[in-house]
């Protein structure tokens, strides 16, 4: 009769990844496995010797070590090695020592191999690579087709359209001939065929702008239309349309290919809660009459924070929509203070720096803001406004839980509000000059964005940056310096954090050793490469664009980053369902097994590109 | 195994279990021109290791039974778990396991432990019918167990009342070993007063002293692998592959 393994079943049962194994299986591979017992301080594997089984650790731990003899991970109860050996060339390429009495069962080659061919998710775990572990995680969480599937796929029908030559009552039953709540007015050439768009006309537009102030239904439908509408073009993907929609405020979109609009796509069309949520957060902020509204509005942010996450939204979307939520509190902001103060004396810019400025904000996060004001500022007739200003809305967004900057990097902070001239010479002398200890806290200010008045000015800034930053080698040593100065953690080992040299510790910070890290990381290769954007995925795809990193390397970060930044927004949603403040630490015994092994593959992609960066831009000339 | 009934001594003793270290090889010779039974001179004439075989040499197989009671005359064997092993590797892809009817009857402090039913038992065959099997299993071999009044004289005993004749082997016992070190000399006067009592030799307690991890004894395939453990442990910690197996059999 077939002998039942009960031990060895419960226990495989219980760990990845045996548990994703059908019940008949178990059995079956319980039935294969082979034991051996090692005592404290032994060899179990050779670097060299042949290897015939994979190892599940039972009880006890072992160290696994790389060839040069450094500590590549501690593994426990539950842990296994030796698949990479198996995988290749069938030999052990990791050696391991038992740290403590250790009983690993062993399943042989051939029963391996039959579970790896036969079933998905135990090849997944146990694949080549950390990092291929690691696409296969991001792309997981990716099924959500409204996340990756373009803007085209929403479009029902081509997009009604009429002469912009028409009067706003043609309009209007045109509107309602075929149900449309927006219509696009388009330009004609002599045979009558539409040529451009001109502007977009919607149910709204109706209602606000002509029947009630009154105007006679004949009037030219141009003069209710918003002209030259923001569009998008038909290969973005959607959560860049709801992206778009959130940030201008707007429900119907045209949709552009090949120099024409293919459709037009409105709100409704997303009907993602969380879209609806964030734009319903954002409308919201632009009603409210005073601080202390905008304040009230803080569990609204939350709890459109913790759907989007709930909903698996990539960390890209939350990302994105905290950020554009920020900017919105910012605008307002502004908008009231000039109501108080009234207008200003003369031009001026708001900036948004680091996280807000790159899209990639996170329900735990600081105010980095700064002014750039006109040249004609005369700090003795215009200062007092403007420090009045910057208070009224650094105070307003400490408020609305966007706390005080530490490093003081904030607009009511004399030395950041200043003109642009002033900060065109502050860039050039960074940039030219560099001293590392400036730039040690200051690699914010080179994510910038104008958030209100003059965004040109942000935009000249950047240009000035990305110009002269490329061409400065002592420059780019220096950042680079500042982006190894936070390095990943190795891994984990029981509800410990394991760090390179061995020591533990009982939480990682995600943010200071996780996104931050990579965000200076590709900062540095960005502005190397000339990129002149803002967003660390879309600097990214720019710097494998221009080709500077070893092959297969940025699709490797793309997923590491993700998977880290994603990670670190679902601990802070699980902190929040929790009653508990949001902060950047995960705890090891809140991690599972697979998430365990995917982090630590994403460390382990961040520490190499860290060495890789070491060895381009040599940060030792930055001394 | 069993032995663990409210009337049954905390250590069973090991008194009743008469086979002494000698020189097996010759000893089996002799059995073999002597048995009867064909399977079992075949048993003999497989052999086995000569006593100064280095331990990594020989071949084992680790066995343990599940009884009805504890009482060799009465009680009846109930399941036989098999696991074979040398110093590297415990193999399971090779271990057997049966359920047998005993001819004694089935007591309901047993079935408590063992957790094989009267059902289970109703339709199981007679050990004479898996004993080719069993033999085959482990001729050839050094039988393991914890505590050697169990295995080997449950099956001499069900031998002799089904083919006429009983059966010899060696046995390394587990238990022992722990005892060599554990009962070498018994508590000083003073350790007894402060209450002190002498460490538990048991397969659960000998197993926790080596690291090994929790099973939940009493099934018979789970015991014998849980004592191919602890050997495999007893000796990475105190012998040594070259250890002649005649250092630890019996």
């Not at chain 1, 009037?219 to 201008?248: C, K």
């Not at chain 1, 949709?255 to 609806?276: N, T, W």
């Not at chain 1, 860039?427 to 400036?438: A, D, Q, T």
Request: hydrophobic letters at 40%.
């Amino acid at each position: 009769m077939q002998a039942e393994h009960l031990e060895i079943c419960d226990f495989l049962r219980r760990h990845p990844p045996f548990s994703e194994l059908p019940e008949e299986r178990l059995n079956w591979v319980a039935s294969q496995m082979e034991v051996a017992y090692f005592k404290a301080g032994t060899e179990v594997l050779r670097l060299g010797d042949e290897i015939d089984a994979l190892h599940v650790i039972r009880s006890g731990s072992v160290e696994v070590f790389r060839r040069n003899g450094d500590l590549y991970n501690r593994l426990s109860e539950g842990g296994i090695f030796g698949e990479l050996g198996l995988l290749r060339d069938r030999r052990v390429r990791f050696p391991v020592s038992t740290l403590e009495d250790t009983l690993i069962y062993l399943l042989p080659e051939s029963a391996f191999n039959t579970l790896f061919e036969e079933h998905e998710l135990f090849a997944d775990f146990v694949e080549v690579e950390d990092r291929t572990r690691l696409r296969q995680a991001v792309s997981r969480r990716e099924a959500n087709e409204l996340m990756t599937a373009p803007v085209s796929a929403l479009i029902s029908r081509a997009p009604v359209t009429l002469s912009v030559h028409s009067t706003a009552r043609e309009a209007a039953i045109k509107m309602t001939e075929e149900g449309a709540a927006s219509l696009l007015l388009v330009k004609e050439d002599e045979s009558g065929a539409a040529t451009a768009m001109a502007g977009i006309v919607t149910d709204q537009d109706i209602r606000d702008r002509l029947v009630t102030p009154g105007l006679d239904y004949d009037t030219p439908v141009s003069e209710i239309m918003t002209e030259a509408p923001i569009s998008v073009a038909h290969n973005q993907l959607v959560f860049e349309a709801m992206l778009v929609m959130l940030r201008h405020n707007i429900h119907h979109l045209p949709v552009m290919g090949r120099g024409k609009a293919i459709g037009i796509i409105e709100l409704p069309d997303i009907i993602r809660y969380e879209s609806q949520n964030s734009l319903f957060v954002v409308s919201s902020i632009f009603r409210q009459p005073d601080q202390e509204g905008l304040a009230a509005l803080v569990p609204d942010v939350r709890a459109c924070f913790r759907r989007m996450v709930a909903e698996d939204a990539n960390s890209r979307m939350i990302g994105s929509a905290l950020a554009v939520i920020g900017r919105s509190f910012k605008q307002r902001l502004l908008e009231l203070a000039e109501e108080f103060l009234g207008p200003p004396p003369v031009p001026y810019c708001f900036l948004a720096l680091g996280s807000m400025a790159r899209d990639e904000q996170s329900i735990v996060t600081d105010q980095d803001n700064a002014l750039v004001l006109s040249d004609t500022f005369d700090p003795e007739r215009h200062d007092d406004y403007f420090a009045k200003l910057a208070a009224f809305v650094c105070d307003g967004l400490n408020a609305c839980g966007y706390p005080y900057c530490n490093g003081d990097i904030m607009a009511t902070n004399r030395r950041w509000r200043q003109p642009l001239k002033v900060w065109e010479g502050y860039f050039s002398e960074w940039i030219e000059r560099p001293s590392p200890e400036f730039l040690l806290n200051s690699s914010i200010f080179f994510d910038l964005n104008g958030v209100w008045g003059k965004t040109e000015w942000a935009e000249k800034l950047y240009h000035l940056i990305r110009t002269k930053a490329q061409r400065q080698p002592r420059f780019l040593a220096c950042m680079a310096r500042n982006a190894l100065g936070r390095t990943p953690p190795l891994g984990f080992f029981r509800d410990f954090v394991m760090e390179t040299d061995g020591r533990q510790s009982n939480s990682v910070n995600m943010k200071r050793r996780g996104t931050a890290p990579f965000v200076d990381l590709v900062r540095v290769h960005a502005l190397a490469v000339g990129s002149s954007a803002l967003n660390t995925f879309e600097r990214l795809e720019d710097v494998i664009e221009a080709d500077i990193l070893p092959r297969g390397r940025g699709q490797d970060l793309r997923d590491a980053l993700e998977f880290i930044a994603l990670m670190r927004l679902r601990h802070q949603a699980l902190d929040l369902d929790a009653g508990r403040e949001p902060d950047n630490n995960i705890e090891p015994e809140n991690l599972s097994e697979f998430e365990r092994k995917h982090l630590k593959g994403a460390f382990q992609i961040l520490s190499d590109a860290q060495k890789f960066l070491r060895y381009r831009y040599a940060p030792n000339r930055a001394l | 195994m069993f032995y663990l009934g409210p009337e049954s001594p905390d250590e069973p003793d090991l008194a009743r279990d008469e086979q002494v270290a000698r020189d097996w090889p010759a000893r089996y010779r002799t059995l073999a021109e002597q048995a009867l039974d064909p399977r079992l001179r075949a048993f003999y004439l497989a052999g086995v290791a000569s006593p100064e075989t280095p331990l990594a040499a020989v071949p084992l197989v680790a066995m343990d039974f599940e009884t009805t009671g504890f009482d060799l005359q009465r009680s009846g064997i109930v399941s036989i778990g098999l696991v074979p092993l040398n110093l590297d590797r415990i193999r399971l892809a090779d271990a057997r396991h049966w359920i047998v009817r005993p001819r004694a009857r089935l007591t309901p402090e047993s079935v408590v432990v063992h957790g094989i039913t009267h059902s289970e038992v109703a339709q199981a065959p007679d050990l004479t019918r898996v004993l080719g099997e069993l033999l085959a299993a482990i001729q050839g071999k050094v039988v393991v167990v914890h505590h050697r009044g169990i295995e080997r004289p449950f099956l001499d005993v069900a031998l002799r009342r089904r083919i006429g004749e009983g059966i010899e082997f060696p046995v390394i016992d587990t238990m022992e070993l722990e005892a060599r070190l554990h009962r070498a000399k018994p508590l000083g006067f003073w350790r007894r007063l402060l209450g002190q009592r002498p460490a538990s030799i048991r397969l659960a307690d000998s197993r926790i002293r080596y690291h090994l991890p929790h099973y939940s004894l009493h099934h018979a395939l789970t015991d014998a692998l849980a004592t191919a453990e602890l050997l495999q442990a007893q000796v990475a910690h105190r012998f040594s592959p070259e250890t002649p197996v005649a250092e630890l059999w019996k």
